[in-house]
């Protein structure tokens, strides 16, 4: 009896026992639960404070970067290359140069992948690939091959601390190779090579050679990158080309000691017709030994140009005779534009003349010249010289029958206005010139002074911006007043979608359409695509995006930024 007592006595504590641990253990768990779930919601508060603030930040960096003026382009170099300032700030202030730049040409290819460079390697870590970034690698391969080492440089970083742009750059390089511009496309495939990175859909015989180690084949092709070979991972045929035998250096005695003069030219030590003779002679000698490049070259002449305020004293002759203006224009159309900017600035009618001249030569000569016809044909309009060159048969027969066909209907639409001046030719005329408003940035001319000097009383500035370009969102589908997209006009060659992308990269893509087509082509295929479909429903997330973008035009439009 005692004994059973005892044993219900325990059987009651244990069960006791048990059912106190058996709550707590659940009050525990329920503890630990709503543990993780505090813990969770203070992760995605944090999450979203962190997104805040970044896009807090964004709207801030935005605000803070306008680059419309040289002046100010000077004050965001100065920005990008200080290490003080957040990584994001130095960022978008990069992107906006970048895009001013192109638009203005202020600064070489050369000098953006210098900055760039530097950028990069003082970031602790860079942003993810963009379409905008990979166009900006793709002009990088434009540089001068005095920035070949820079391009180096940016490999071997990308290499070893950021793999995706890495992968970027080499298919760039490749891609660009392709097309056979020299000495780039050697220095991308010799590069390609050092870096192991082999791409069997090229077949350049260089490429094959290399890969074969055919050093006998190799060896003519890399004598003008003797400066960069050392710079190149040291593999394979790399190392023997180290070897190859280089060619006698020609003996050429400089007549002055140039490097101080141009240190000088600028200071006052000199009067404007020494300086202006000294220069000249300076040209003349370049264009022997080639001791210092074009670029560099013409950013001298601009100084020169501006400190003496040559355009407002008698045309020196010593222009001429060295024929200055033929050796300083490229079919790449940055000396061109440079120089076409700095003489509109001044006014300077006869240098613009004399220029204008020299490009013309080239243009009914050189096939390379083809994608300068446009602006060019805006310049000699704006500088009144049209009547000059369209007398010249040859010119004459370029522009109507060779000329890209932009060219040529802008110059029949143009003749039509002078031959008969009215509303409606003249809206037909100022139309093409908004269908190309960014080559007048290019020559450094804005729509109203363009607008006015050429088409007189019948521009009216206010009327005209806000009725060439219709930035309307179609509301209904109209088959009888659409015409068909010519294929060129299409954003999608420029990357331009809606799917798994974002408004940065649609928006880098837009940019990279109105530098081609023109901001009016690319207002008017976005309008297309809505009206096309805006009567059925199952697009209307796509009509969403295309409607947002065309506003988005519109208010950079307005507020004078494309």
């Known amino acids: 009896m005692h004994d059973s007592l005892l044993k219900d006595i325990q059987l009651t504590v244990s069960s006791y026992i048990e059912e106190q641990l058996a709550e707590k253990d659940a009050q525990l768990l329920a503890l630990k639960q709503q543990n993780q779930q505090l813990q969770a919601e203070v992760k995605k508060l944090r999450a979203q404070n962190d997104v805040l603030r970044q896009q807090q930040q964004s709207v801030a960096v935005k605000k803070?970067?306008?680059?419309?003026?040289?002046?100010?382009?000077?004050?965001?170099?100065?920005?990008?290359?200080?290490?003080?300032?957040?990584?994001?700030?130095?960022?978008?202030?990069?992107?906006?140069?970048?895009?001013?730049?192109?638009?203005?040409?202020?600064?070489?290819?050369?000098?953006?992948?210098?900055?760039?460079?530097?950028?990069?390697?003082?970031?602790?870590?860079?942003?993810?690939?963009?379409?905008?970034?990979?166009?900006?690698?793709?002009?990088?391969?434009?540089?001068?091959?005095?920035s070949y080492d820079v391009l180096v440089t940016l490999l071997t970083y990308y290499n070893e601390h950021a793999q995706p742009y890495f992968t970027m750059m080499t298919d760039v390089f490749y891609k660009q190779a392709n097309k056979a511009h020299q000495p780039f496309s050697t220095f991308a495939l010799v590069a390609m090579y050092a870096y192991k990175q082999r791409n069997d859909a090229c077949s350049d015989g260089l490429y094959t050679a290399l890969w074969q180690g055919e050093l006998d084949v190799v060896r003519p092709h890399i004598e003008p990158l003797r400066q960069i070979i050392p710079l190149l991972p040291?593999?394979?045929?790399?190392?023997?080309?180290?070897?190859?035998?280089?060619?006698?250096?020609?003996?050429?005695?400089?007549?002055?000691?140039?490097?101080?003069?141009?240190?000088?030219?600028?200071?006052?030590?000199f009067d404007r017709a020494t300086v202006v003779a000294t220069?000249?002679?300076?040209?003349?000698?370049?264009?022997?030994t080639n001791a210092y490049t074009k670029d560099f070259l013409r950013s001298i002449w601009k100084?020169?140009?501006?400190?003496?305020?040559?355009?407002?004293?008698?045309?020196?002759?010593?222009?001429?005779?060295?024929?200055?203006?033929?050796?300083?224009?490229?079919?790449?159309?940055?000396?061109?534009?440079?120089?076409?900017?700095?003489?509109?600035?001044?006014?300077?009618?006869?240098?613009?003349?004399?220029?204008?001249?020299?490009?013309?030569?080239?243009?009914?000569?050189n096939a390379a010249y083809k994608a300068l016809d446009v602006p060019i044909l805006l310049a000699i309009y704006?500088?009144?010289?049209?009547?000059?060159?369209?007398?010249?048969?040859?010119?004459?027969?370029?522009?109507?029958?060779?000329?890209?066909?932009?060219?040529?209907?802008m110059i029949r639409r143009f003749g039509a206005f002078e031959q008969s001046p009215s509303a409606e030719?003249?809206?037909?005329?100022?139309?093409?010139?908004?269908?190309?408003?960014?080559?007048?940035?290019?020559?450094?001319?804005?729509?109203?002074?363009?607008?006015?000097?050429?088409?007189?009383?019948?521009?009216?500035?206010?009327?005209?911006?806000?009725?060439?370009?219709?930035?309307?969102?179609?509301?209904?589908?109209?088959?009888?007043?659409?015409?068909?997209?010519?294929?060129?006009?299409?954003?999608?060659?420029?990357?331009?979608?809606?799917?798994?992308?974002?408004?940065?990269?649609?928006?880098?893509?837009?940019?990279?359409?109105?530098?081609?087509?023109?901001?009016?082509?690319?207002?008017?295929s976005l309008r297309y695509y809505i009206q096309l479909r805006v009567d059925d429903e199952a697009f209307a997330p796509m009509i969403a995006i295309w409607a947002y973008d065309l506003q988005r035009l519109q208010q950079a439009y307005v507020a004078g930024e494309l």
């Open 303 to 365: 100084r020169i140009f501006t400190h003496y305020d040559v355009a407002y004293r008698t045309f020196e002759a010593a222009v001429k005779e060295v024929k200055l203006h033929d050796y300083f224009i490229e079919h790449d159309g940055q000396g061109v534009f440079m120089l076409i900017r700095l003489y509109n600035e001044h006014d300077a009618k006869e240098y613009i003349r004399s220029l204008l001249d020299a490009v013309m030569k080239q243009l009914v000569a």
């Open 234 to 269: 040291q593999t394979g045929i790399i190392a023997q080309l180290l070897d190859a035998p280089k060619k006698p250096a020609r003996n050429v005695t400089p007549s002055h000691d140039w490097d101080s003069f141009i240190t000088q030219a600028t200071n006052g030590k």
């Open 64 to 146: 803070e970067i306008v680059i419309q003026t040289a002046e100010q382009a000077e004050k965001a170099l100065s920005l990008i290359t200080s290490t003080n300032q957040p990584t994001e700030l130095r960022l978008h202030t990069f992107l906006q140069l970048y895009r001013w730049n192109i638009k203005h040409l202020h600064y070489s290819i050369d000098v953006i992948a210098a900055l760039w460079t530097s950028f990069a390697q003082s970031v602790p870590k860079l942003p993810r690939v963009t379409p905008e970034l990979t166009h900006l690698h793709t002009q990088f391969t434009t540089a001068s091959m005095q």
């Open 279 to 288: 220069f000249m002679k300076l040209i003349a000698e370049n264009k022997k």
């Open 382 to 409: 704006y500088s009144t010289l049209a009547k000059r060159y369209l007398a010249n048969a040859k010119i004459q027969h370029y522009y109507m029958h060779d000329a890209t066909e932009r060219a040529q209907k």
């Open 425 to 524: 030719s003249f809206e037909a005329a100022y139309r093409e010139v908004q269908m190309v408003d960014v080559y007048l940035d290019k020559i450094g001319v804005s729509r109203k002074q363009f607008g006015s000097r050429v088409f007189t009383s019948y521009y009216t500035a206010t009327n005209t911006v806000q009725s060439t370009i219709d930035f309307s969102v179609p509301t209904h589908y109209d088959p009888q007043s659409m015409q068909p997209l010519s294929p060129e006009y299409s954003l999608v060659r420029f990357n331009y979608k809606t799917k798994k992308t974002t408004d940065d990269d649609r928006w880098a893509a837009l940019l990279d359409a109105i530098e081609e087509i023109g901001l009016a082509r690319t207002v008017e």
